[in-house]
Each structure stands twice: as C-alpha cells, then as structure tokens.
C-alpha cells in the first residue's frame, strides 16, 4: 500500500538528490534534502485539506485533480512561479532570470541578493498573516493550550492579525530606514520593504478572498444538490448522476487549485529563507510537491485523516518561525541548515505530540473497558 501509493514520489526524489550532486556536490545535496522537508512539512495540512475535499470527489475528478493539478502544482507553482518572483523583484526577464541562475550565477546571485530585502518582506508579510490567522482562530483541538486559549480570545477582536502584521512591517521598515542612515546607497531600500510587505499582505488577502469565494460556491452546489436528491426521492425521480458529480466537482476542483496555490506559495517564499539558487529550490520544492500528492491519496485511500492532530499546528508554528526569520535577513544573515532545522523540529515536537495523546487516549479507553468488565464480574 506504502510502496504503490509514494513510489514515484520515493522514485522522484532520488532522481532529485541525484541531479542535486550532480549540480553542487553533497551541500547542494543537503540543501535539496532540507527544502524537501520543509515543502512536505508545511504542505502536510494542504494534503489533509484536499483529502476531506477529494473524497467526495467521484473517480473522473479524483484523476484530474491528480494529473492536470499535480502538473499545475509542480511545473506551475514550484518551478515557474520562483522564476517570476526572481524576473519582478530584480527586473528581469524569465528567460533572463533562468540564463543567469544556469550560467553566470556570480551575477545571479548578486541581483537576487541586491533583491533579497523586497523578497524577505513580500514573503515574510505573507506567512506572517497565515500564522497569525491561524493562532487567532479558536480551535477545538489545542496543542500548546496555555498559548493558544488567550491568543484565541484576542482573535475576537476583528482585523487584530492585520493591524499588528502592519506594525511588525513599520517596526522593520523603520529599523531599515534606521540602519540604512548608517550605510549608504540603502536608503530607497527602506521604502522597498514597506511597499513589498504591504505587496505581500494584498496578496494573501486576495488569495484568502478567491479561497473564500470558491469555498461559498462548494457550499452553495452542495446544498442545491442536497435538496435536488430530497425532491428526487420525494417524486421518485433519478438525478443524472453526472450532471451532479460534474457541477459540484468543477467547484471541488477549483477551489482544490486555490488552495494548493496559495499553500505552495508559502513553501516557495519559505524556500527563498533557505538558498536563492533556483535550481536546488525547484529540486526541493518539486520532490515536496510530489509528496503532497502522494500523502492526499493515501489520505483518501486510509480514509482517517486525524491520527495525528498538532501536525497541522507544528505546520503553522513552523509558518511563523519562517516569517520572522525572512524579516530577520533583511538586515541580519542566518544559516540556512538553522532556518530549515527550526521547521524539522517544529513538525517533528507536533508529531511526538500527537503520537503521545493518541496513546494517552488508547490507554484511557483501555482502562475504562476494564472498568466495565469489573463492574459487570462484580454484579454476577
């Protein structure tokens, strides 16, 4: 089951870290390895998303979704969509961007780093706003109560994580400013990174609102049809089935693209807080997004989708690491192996959680059963 369902994911990432020493020797090999983490790290509450969508899903949906989207996914938000963020922040042609990160990455990496402060304060706007969503949210499920219970009550207030998102981007731009008095040439610099961390922010609302959008619509085609298969049963009449698997799917699958759009955003931003070499980011990234893919199906195919429930926490708490550590390099160099380690142990201190509770709960089950079975010997 293991092997048929992550084959060409495990099949995929061997060819990665292959080409990956083949490119630049065991540290692009690490490099690669680590972005890999990450990318399935932070795309694992993604996979557990489109699985809960997916499912519901008839067979000619499920397969678009898991070849057009998988290419989409992979070619069009991993390998494209990094190339464009390089062309715009240092003004650039794609096909410009993709010569120089190939044969003059002396000048490659001079342009990207020239760029790195728009770069740093678009994406660390951008996932400083999903993490701060999602720690506002009261939540059932609590994996560090003590933080998370009154961080849900001031999630009450409403555009709390929009006003304090825009001090930590005047804090920063103003620290710049601050710094750049001290260094000539950086001045413009300092109004770069307010434009680029309110350019990151517009984003994420609009990608949040289209996410919005196609989420209302599912509702909508779902209801419409619950009461068209009452009035079916009532009248005796059979609905078409696919007419109704077609019009509820297209709004599935839509809604399925917004989302790993908007999820691969986050771990190509991420990817730029590791290394500015596109190629090892497309590697890392690429094998990430085949993982996604493969955890969606197995999802599915399992049908439980919360064995491990601070995994999704762990994912966000990583979201954040990242976000302030894009702020951070603005100014303040950090080694990429403690960046992408600060998300391993995120994830990995989320998942020993869950694993911890589900056993405390096995055993609570447990000695209730045994509980029962007394009283009942006892009243024989």
């Not at 009452?230 to 005796?236: D, L």
């Not at 698997?245 to 839509?254: C, D, E, K, N, V």
Request: glycine share 10%; with cysteine.
């Amino acid at each position: 089951m293991v092997l048929k369902t992550f084959g060409w994911s495990f099949a995929v990432t061997a060819l990665g870290l292959v080409a990956a020493v083949f490119y630049g020797g065991w540290t692009a090999f690490g490099v690669v390895a680590i972005l890999s983490v990450l990318e399935i790290s932070l795309s694992f509450d993604n996979a557990v998303v489109n699985a809960g969508i997916l499912k519901k899903m008839n067979a000619f949906w499920q397969r678009i979704f898991l070849t057009v989207g998988v290419l989409i996914a992979v070619f069009g938000m991993r390998l494209v969509f990094p190339v464009v963020i390089v062309a715009i922040s240092a003004q650039l042609g794609p096909i410009e961007a993709v010569d120089l990160a190939l044969t003059d990455k002396d000048r490659y990496q001079e342009l990207v780093t020239d760029a790195h402060p728009a770069i740093a304060a678009f994406g660390g706007m951008f996932l400083l706003m999903i993490f701060l969503d999602f720690i506002f949210e009261d939540r059932d499920i609590k994996w560090l109560g003590w933080l998370e219970r009154p961080l849900a009550k001031l999630g009450k207030i409403d555009m709390l994580s929009v006003c304090i998102a825009l001090i930590v981007l005047l804090i920063t731009s103003l620290t710049f400013a601050t710094h750049a008095h001290l260094h000539a040439g950086h001045a413009d610099k300092a109004e770069t990174v307010l434009l680029s961390g309110i350019g990151g922010l517009i984003t994420y609302m609009v990608v949040g609102g289209l996410s919005g959008y196609f989420e209302g619509k599912l509702e909508e085609e779902e209801e419409r049809e619950h009461e068209e298969e009452e009035e079916a049963e009532r009248t005796g009449r059979k609905k078409t089935p696919v007419v109704l698997a077609g019009q509820a799917a297209f709004f599935m699958f839509l809604y399925l693209e917004v989302l790993d759009a908007s999820f691969s955003f986050d771990g190509v931003i991420g990817a730029f807080a590791i290394t500015n070499d596109i190629v090892l980011m497309a590697l890392g990234l690429g094998i990430g997004a085949m993982y996604v893919r493969s955890l969606t199906v197995y999802l599915v195919r399992q049908g439980t989708l919360d064995d491990y429930v601070y995994l999704e926490h762990g994912a966000h708490y990583a979201i954040g690491a990242l976000a302030v550590i894009l702020l951070v390099t603005i100014q303040y160099e950090i080694s990429e192996i403690i960046t992408g380690l600060v998300g391993v142990v995120l994830i990995a201190w989320s998942f020993w959680s869950s694993v911890r509770r589900n056993r405390a709960l096995a055993a609570a089950e447990g000695n209730a059963g045994s509980d029962d079975k007394t009283e009942v010997s006892s009243g024989v």
